[in-house]
């Protein structure tokens, strides 16, 4: 993680982040930015569009970059608010899609 020199790290989880990763990132002087998104794998389950918002707010914000984007798999909640930003940066359908299948770890710089 020290190669990337991340300036923040997105969680999308809402569990507390463990005390030694916490100060990992205390140590390395990254940002943690928590963000506590309810799972949407379940069919009908959604993400609050309030939640999803103020995710991409973080993510707009090139403060942040680089900037590790996770949750617990990095595919339903992750996936969602990355594909949320891609199409704010008019990327196409065919490729927010290809990027969520084949990416498992999502640095946004």
């Not at 989880?13 to 963000?35: G, K, M």
């Not at 942040?64 to 992750?78: D, E, Q, S």
Request: charged share 25%; hydrophobic share 45%; net charge neutral.
């Amino acid at each position: 993680m020290k190669k990337l020199k991340l300036r923040a790290v997105l969680a999308l989880v809402p569990e507390a982040i463990p005390e030694w990763l916490t100060a990992f990132y205390a140590a390395n002087d990254i940002e943690l930015l928590q963000r506590g998104l309810p799972g949407n794998k379940e069919p009908f389950v959604d993400i609050p569009e309030d939640m999803i918002a103020d995710a991409l707010q973080l993510l707009l914000d090139n403060r942040n970059y680089p900037v590790l984007i996770h949750c617990n798999k990095g595919k339903h909640r992750t996936g969602c608010v990355v594909g949320c930003l891609r199409k704010l940066q008019r990327w196409s359908h065919v490729a927010i899609c290809d990027e969520c299948v084949s990416s498992p770890l999502l640095v946004v710089s």
